[in-house]
């Protein structure tokens, strides 16, 4: 039987098996919780020779028969011989061999030291002490090799074969066994109490769809193991039954599910046990209440008694729930096994019942229970509209059944396309993918209606983006050419969703082929028209044009956004982001969230994600902070975007100064099916704050894969660490390779309107020249700001000229800027960079004094940085330290600066110095 779940309850019973010496293991946990599994699982991983499986559900209850079993299992005459003539032998001999007999093994080893608390198995059995105790002395002598015992159901034994192991248990030294007892509880005077246990709980709702996908086998569809898992209550016994009972074309997902899901007896039983103290009225109550997923207070009442003291005795008993006006059996488990065993004929006079109650009332409910009474030609598109209705109004599980009906109860030449596409968008808007998927894939068998084909296939590539950021091309090709001359607007919208995914990874040959394409369709609707602007804004942004994103912007807001839909708006926002319009962005994705209550919509969620982009891309540290810590901390569930949500927990992490990436080897996050816009800023951003630590090697690796990345697309960020990386080859002394990247930079730019692209030119400019000609640059960079500009780029600056100031030993100057920039930093949040610039104005207080200008002037930056610190006394370490370098850095810094002044060691270079400083 496969196995699932229980990962590291197994890695333990398994160590336990493989331990040098003997030792014991309770598994304690309630009926149907997988304790059988775990130990089935066990005995196949073990070498069959040295494992015994005994369970005790399936003994007989006489004396010692447990114990018998065991003897008869064991490969060894001397303990079947020893126990046969113990059973046989008068209780009058019992005494002595209680006490351990001549050799004294009733309490401990053969040196007679006690191995546990000196506990009696019985008192008052006489008997089950000689037991245990020549059990004990048989096994000690038998010589044993390692052996598993593995007992199911201990609790089940008979109560002698229960103390005797429970004696042997406390006593395991030199009997050779590993001893494994399942129990449903170890009560305080249970003689298994007091051993090492590991308890097992419920599984999670994660562990209970992978049990049930493995017991489905290799074409499970996972939204018919999750709803398995989550009617067995993630207990592994009614999950099996579930999966059991459903067909083949159910498990894949081939075929509707019927709900309530079936059970087997087992859990029926169980679950039976639990109600026998309900009165029959509540139990009458909870089967009407079984019939449906949720019931009208109303129609409640009338099933009631007129004090409802049978719905109090539900509610009271955590058997039923009240939501609102409606109320529900907590438990699926409950409901199910409450369904199910009621006679066909009952349930059918049940259903009936509350048709008739649900006229007038609960439409959705009446046709529910209508269907099983009477199937019409319009039934299935009834609970359709029914499902419709019942999850856009937040009961999606009564929804999904409803729906699920339909399709069991749909004949042949029925097309349910149109409604069930409705139903599958539903489901997308709400982020339950899994099930968006199923029901596109059971509309997509049901028709050839040009209309609906092309919706299904815009609603499959928003899910295949929004779950894998990953696109097909033959997912939008094959339906715009052989449905697009029948449905202009549905293709055309068709092309632009993809234009749009295709231009957010900078795909943009491809973006604009597609946008080309979608022209030639007409007549659109308006809102199709609208989406293709705002995509050929975005793409307009991307290519170094912000003006159209702009323009749109302020056309939109003047005449009013309530009428645009969530998904224009948001790529919107995403335009404008993109366009270096950050304000604009923020408003947009404001405007997107305002409209929704909760994350539960994909829409709100969507729009989190692109506003921590944003926020990233604008380096405005405190929201962007805030923003990717939201994301970082949702559910798992709610995750989307993959590679984007990665690269955004990996910058929360790095973000407030911490020494450590958040990924170790990004290389083994990002392969070459990543999105390249994802993959480009992941690496900028890493090289950026490998920069900020000081780490100059990283940093050029990481800014160097993004620069292969990227392209030649003239966007802030691709502009931004082609900048960051002409810093970092400075500091390497590789102004060669510098100059080259400053040369990609203008060539970038060209005649663009970029704004960020001249700031960074302009800073990369003075970065490269040498002596006071770079200060007069920087006083440019610097005076070209505007209010508006970006102040993290502006800070930036500042620290490049503090650093060169600090070079030329013009102190004074260097402090200012290095203040300024650390204020900045501080103002933004970002920890990281203001500590890296207090440590440029602390070393401005360090540096010696102007009259050696001449000899730095020789030099590098990164070499006067390490020059001054020399001539100060600083050690390598220290040097190393204060400017976030290596050790092996600056000693071969140091090499070059000796050779470029013509000395040989520090010794000569502080004479050097102190004469240069005489002189003058």
């Not at 004294?104 to 245990?132: F, I, K, L, Q, Y």
């Not at 955004?648 to 450590?660: D, I, M, T, V």
């Not at 780490?695 to 960020?717: H, V, W, Y």
């Not at 001449?854 to 400017?883: F, M, P, S, T, V």
Request: proline share 5%.
């Amino acid at each position: 039987m496969p196995f699932a779940g229980r990962k590291d309850e197994l890695e333990r019973i398994l160590a336990l098996a493989a331990a040098p010496r003997e030792g014991t293991l309770l598994i304690e946990g309630a009926a149907g919780n997988g304790k059988s599994a775990l130990l089935a699982e066990v005995a196949r991983r073990l070498v069959p020779a040295h494992t015994v499986y005994l369970s005790g559900g399936s003994m007989g209850t006489g004396p010692l028969s447990g114990i018998s079993m065991l003897a008869d299992k064991l490969s060894a005459a001397r303990v079947k011989n020893l126990l046969v003539a113990q059973l046989t032998a008068p209780l009058a001999s019992a005494g002595s061999a209680a006490g351990g007999g001549p050799t004294g093994d009733a309490g401990g080893d053969a040196t007679g030291n006690t191995a546990g608390p000196a506990r009696s198995v019985d008192e008052g059995d006489a008997h089950g002490s000689v037991v245990a105790a020549t059990l004990r002395r048989a096994l000690r002598r038998s010589e044993l090799p390692p052996t598993c015992l593995l007992v199911d159901d201990a609790d089940q034994l008979d109560p002698d074969s229960q103390a005797a192991l429970g004696y042997l248990c406390r006593r395991p030294q030199g009997i050779g066994l590993r001893m494994v007892l399942a129990v449903r509880q170890a009560a305080p005077a249970s003689p298994f109490a007091g051993l090492p246990v590991i308890h097992l709980n419920e599984l999670d709702l994660d562990e209970s769809t992978e049990f049930a996908t493995a017991l489905a086998g290799p074409s499970a569809d996972p939204v018919t193991m999750r709803e398995v898992a989550g009617v067995g209550q993630r207990r592994p016994q009614a999950i099996r039954e579930i999966v059991g009972r459903l067909g083949s074309a159910q498990r894949s997902g081939r075929e509707a599910l019927t709900f309530p899901l079936r059970l087997g007896p087992t859990t029926i039983r169980h679950v039976d046990s639990l109600l026998a103290q309900l009165s029959r009225p509540a139990r009458r109550l909870l089967v009407a209440l079984s019939t449906t997923h949720s019931v009208d207070l109303r129609i409640v009442k009338r099933l009631a008694d007129a004090e409802s003291a049978d719905l109090d005795e539900l509610l009271s008993s955590d058997l039923a729930i009240r939501n609102g006006e409606r109320v529900e059996v907590s438990s699926p488990l409950v409901r199910s096994a409450v369904y199910w065993q009621l006679p066909a004929a009952d349930r059918l006079r049940m259903h009936l019942t509350m048709f008739n109650l649900s006229r007038g009332i609960a439409p959705a409910a009446a046709v529910w229970h209508l269907s099983f009474v009477h199937c019409a030609n319009g039934t299935a598109h009834e609970l359709l509209d029914a499902g419709i209705s019942l999850a856009g109004g937040g009961l999606v599980s009564a929804g999904i059944e409803s729906v699920e009906r339909a399709l069991s109860l749909r004949t042949a030449v029925q097309d349910l396309a149109q409604p069930l596409a409705q139903f599958a968008q539903a489901m997308f808007a709400r982020g339950e993918f899994g099930y968006a998927a199923r029901y596109i894939h059971f509309a997509r068998g049901m028709t050839s209606n040009p209309t609906a084909r092309l919706r299904l296939a815009a609603l499959t590539v928003q899910l295949e983006y929004t779950g894998s950021q990953i696109l097909r091309r033959e997912m939008i090709e094959e339906p715009v050419a052989e449905y697009g001359a029948m449905d202009p607007d549905g293709a055309a919208s068709l092309l632009f969703i993809a234009a749009n995914y295709y231009a957010s990874d900078w795909d943009l040959e491809t973006s604009r082929r597609l946008l080309a394409r979608a022209v030639q369709f007409s007549p659109v609707t308006a809102q199709t028209s609208l989406l293709g602007q705002i995509v050929n804004c975005f793409v307009a942004g991307l290519d170094g044009d912000p003006a159209p994103a702009r323009r749109m912007y302020e056309t939109l807001t003047r005449d009013g956004l309530a009428d645009i839909p969530d998904s224009i708006l948001i790529i919107l926002g995403h335009s404008l982001s993109y366009a270096d319009c950050y304000g604009m962005a923020r408003d947009i994705f404001a405007v997107v969230q305002s409209r929704h209550y909760s994350d539960i919509s994909v829409w709100a969620r969507i729009s989190k994600y692109r506003l921590a982009e944003s926020e990233v891309r604008a380096g405005s540290l405190h929201q962007a902070e805030e923003a990717t810590s939201a994301i970082v901390a949702a559910p798992h569930r709610q995750w989307i975007y993959p590679v984007l949500h990665r690269m955004l927990a990996s910058w929360c992490h790095q973000a407030p100064g911490k020494q450590e990436p958040a990924v170790a080897d990004p290389a083994h996050d990002l392969d070459e099916e990543t999105p390249t816009a994802t993959a480009t800023e992941f690496w900028a951003h890493r090289g950026r704050f490998a920069l900020q630590r000081g780490d100059n090697t990283e940093a050029f690796q990481c800014l160097s894969r993004a620069r292969q990345l990227g392209g030649d697309l003239p966007i802030s960020i691709t502009l931004r660490y082609l900048g960051d990386l002409v810093e970092v080859l400075v500091s390497l002394g590789r102004q060669d390779v510098a100059g080259q990247v400053l040369r990609e930079c203008r060539t970038r730019v060209g005649t663009r309107p970029s704004r960020p692209g001249r700031l960074v030119i302009a800073r990369c400019t003075a970065l490269l020249a040498d002596g006071d000609r770079s200060l007069s640059l920087f006083k440019a960079a610097l005076d070209s700001f505007r209010p508006e500009d970006s102040d993290f780029d502006r800070a930036r600056t500042f620290s490049c000229f503090s650093r060169r100031l600090l070079s030329l030993g013009y102190l004074a100057e260097a402090r200012k800027a290095g203040s300024m920039a650390q204020l900045i930093y501080t103002e933004l949040g970002a920890a990281g960079w203001a500590d890296h610039a207090a440590a440029l104005v602390d070393a401005a207080w360090e540096t010696p004094s102007d009259p050696t200008r001449r000899l730095l002037d020789r030099l590098d930056e990164a070499e006067r940085l390490i020059a001054n610190r020399a001539i100060a006394g600083h050690r390598n370490k220290q040097i190393a330290d204060d400017l976030f370098v290596s050790v092996r850095t600056v000693e071969s810094k140091l090499t070059t600066i000796y050779r470029k002044l013509g000395v040989a060691s520090r010794a000569q270079l502080n004479v050097l110095f102190a004469r240069q400083a005489g002189r003058e």
